[in-house]
């Protein structure tokens, strides 16, 4: 069985309508097909015009998963690394089902309960239709764990400008979870909760993420793109490897590589200049790189402790390529300790400028322990510590490089160790055995069919969004498979696609859903994960992929009717158009209908200003479409003989 969101039921008195009428908004109708879109996958549409309500409805949604994530929270994030802020005000209840169980979440105001199978816990302040219900304030971390496994992660793409900007939810009423799980009035510290679901450093324990990352509605493009060659990077070479395209239309030339010192110096840098040079920076960065030798050098270290126990026993102090990996692994394994709630048990020694010094037994035997656990981390939170160790065996086996030289994949490829790691062909491992992440590279493709490369940032615009947002899907999706069964995990994924088809040419919609399906079904995806996309879009390309079943039709906030409406599966894209989208006017730009109107009225009566014979005869030579060409060439024809 699959995982599948049924409806959603929304109550009058819930604060965030909008538009959005008290009703109950169904995803999929009693004759969808489970399985029809391929194993463990399933697809709805929302649509409707702008202002339909469609993105309220997804936002209340979105507030109630804000809502109960603070509750899985809370007691096991100690440092408070995860958003605690709860919206108060809705009024609904999600019903889903997950592997056959029937589950149910319903928010009342500042209560929130989840049903499943035989449990039902309630969390937040007491409410009488929750009477009977497990108290889940003072839920056990074990419980939690089984408890998420009848809940799903919801995962948001959107990239409209104007989408999920602060400020639009600073007005929401907020509480804030007390440490013995009441909820109390939020004093507003300037951001809204939404703020604090666009950052994903919880280990995936918080079930909600929105994507791209946005701060206070901006998002920054260059960090984002930076962040999506990183995300495309491995999957170009693994479909290299397969000899398959992952970008249709092109293949994979080369990625070059080169080492960048900054990446390690802006970990640590604490120089108190406006404006630093790059000489500053440089001197600052000679003296942080002296500062770690030394503590290598010592007797006892925390950097030495976190390096032997990683599993590095003996230290060449005489290569700098070498140095610099041993001073990224103490860092990421640091800041891990600093993040991720699952390593909270060493808060005390969770500050990368632990890095530096030696520190005193207690905390030499911490770091022992912390590094010891993410060597045996097999999530994505030790990938990179990983790559780092595979890089320094490669160097011992005698892989060359240095800060200057650059190399390609192929060559260190080539130079790759035979271990069971590097042998794997698992998708996670070869995420693990690609260079560290202190390098700095270029991607270039081959266009098919040309003679010539090129950087992939030369891509169109809509190619490369459609594969960032695919790649981004991945990366989180990998992430949230490899999270360990002992910790909170998920294995039921709601995809969110708001408005995804921006920036796409009709074509790029045309094949986009059996694009993203074939992806997901070739990196096995969905062997291991249960899916359901929701896809908020004004394409018709898109919506003849769509069956009615699958279908939820809004106009004005309210739910249409859709018995007697076309199936678009499979139809006829004007007819879809025309339905679908509500184009009660037609199909034709304002401009053209209203000079074309005009013209009609000329024809008709002789009082019109504007119009003569030639300038009748340029709009009419103008018009493409033959029937309605031929009645106005009649038109005019009859008004010069009358």
């Not at 009703?23 to 489970?34: A, E, G, K, Q, V």
């Not at 011992?396 to 060559?411: L, M, P, V």
């Not at 006829?572 to 037609?586: P, T, V």
């Amino acid at each position: 069985m699959s995982f599948r969101l049924k409806k959603l039921v929304i109550h009058e008195d819930c604060k965030y309508l909008k538009t959005l009428q008290p009703n109950t908004y169904d995803f999929l109708d009693s004759n969808s097909i489970d399985g029809f879109y391929g194993k463990n996958i399933e697809i709805t549409a929302i649509v409707g015009k702008n202002g339909s309500g469609k993105s309220s409805l997804l936002e209340i949604i979105f507030r109630m998963m804000n809502n109960i994530s603070v509750f899985i929270a809370h007691g096991y994030d100690v440092m408070h690394r995860v958003n605690n802020i709860f919206v108060a005000g809705i009024k609904s209840d999600l019903y889903y089902e997950i592997n056959g169980t029937d589950c149910l979440i319903e928010c009342r105001d500042t209560s929130i309960a989840l049903s499943y199978s035989d449990k039902k816990w309630r969390f937040g302040d007491a409410n009488e239709e929750f009477r009977n219900y497990l108290n889940g304030n003072s839920m056990l971390i074990k419980d939690k764990i089984e408890m998420c496994k009848y809940l799903f992660f919801t995962l948001i793409s959107n990239y409209a400008v104007q989408a999920y900007v602060d400020e639009d939810y600073i007005t929401d009423t907020t509480c804030k979870l007390n440490t013995d799980g009441s909820l109390s009035e939020n004093q507003s510290n300037g951001n809204a909760w939404i703020h604090f679901v666009f950052h994903k450093n919880d280990g995936y324990m918080s079930p909600i993420n929105i994507n791209p990352f946005r701060d206070n509605g901006k998002i920054d493009m260059l960090k984002e793109e930076k962040l999506q060659r990183q995300r495309m990077e491995f999957l170009l070479l693994h479909y290299h490897k397969k000899k398959k395209e992952f970008i249709q239309g092109y293949t994979l030339s080369k990625i070059i590589y080169r080492f960048d010192w900054q990446k390690l110096y802006n970990k640590f840098s604490k120089i108190d200049v406006d404006n630093p040079t790059e000489k500053q920076k440089k001197e600052e960065w000679k003296g942080q790189v002296s500062l770690f030798k030394g503590c290598l050098s010592a007797g006892n270290s925390i950097a030495k402790s976190i390096l032997s126990a990683i599993g590095i026993q003996h230290l060449n102090l005489n290569n700098d390529m070498l140095i610099y990996a041993y001073l990224y692994i103490t860092y990421k394994v640091l800041s891990i300790a600093r993040t991720y709630p699952s390593y909270s048990r060493y808060s005390n020694i969770a500050n990368v400028d632990f890095a530096f010094i030696q520190g005193n037994k207690e905390q030499r035997i911490q770091a022992t322990m912390l590094a010891k656990d993410v060597r045996t981390d097999h999530s994505h939170i030790a990938n990179k510590v990983f790559q780092a160790i595979n890089f320094i065996k490669m160097v011992e086996s005698g892989f060359e490089c240095d800060e200057e030289k650059q190399f390609t994949w192929e060559i260190y490829n080539e130079n790759r160790i035979k271990d069971e790691l590097n042998q794997s062909t698992a998708i996670e491992n070869e995420i693990r055995c690609l260079p560290p992440s202190f390098f700095d590279y270029k991607i270039y493709v081959h266009p098919k069919g040309e003679n010539k490369e090129l950087p992939i940032e030369h891509m169109s615009a809509g190619e490369r969004q459609l594969y960032y947002i695919l790649s981004t899907l991945i990366y989180h999706i990998l992430n949230i498979k490899s999270v360990d069964t002992r910790r909170v995990h998920y294995r039921d994924v709601a995809i969110i696609l708001d408005e995804v088809e921006l920036g796409f040419h009709p074509d790029l919609q045309r094949k986009f859903i059996n694009f993203i399906i074939e992806t997901f079904e070739r990196l096995s995806l969905n062997t291991f994960i249960r899916f359901h996309f929701i896809i908020t879009t004004h394409s018709p390309f898109m919506l003849s992929d769509i069956r009615k079943n699958n279908i939820l039709y809004l106009e004005k906030g309210y739910k249409i009717d859709k018995e007697k409406l076309l199936n678009p599966f499979g139809a006829n894209i004007n007819d879809i158009l025309a339905q679908s989208f509500f184009l009660e006017d037609g199909f034709t730009g304002d401009f053209a209908k209203n000079k074309i109107l005009s013209l009609l009225n000329w024809l008709s009566k002789n009082n019109i200003k504007g119009w003569d014979r030639d300038t009748a005869e340029q709009l009419i030579e103008s018009l493409d479409e033959p029937i309605i060409k031929r009645h106005f060439e009649y038109l005019l024809s009859l008004k010069n003989n009358k």
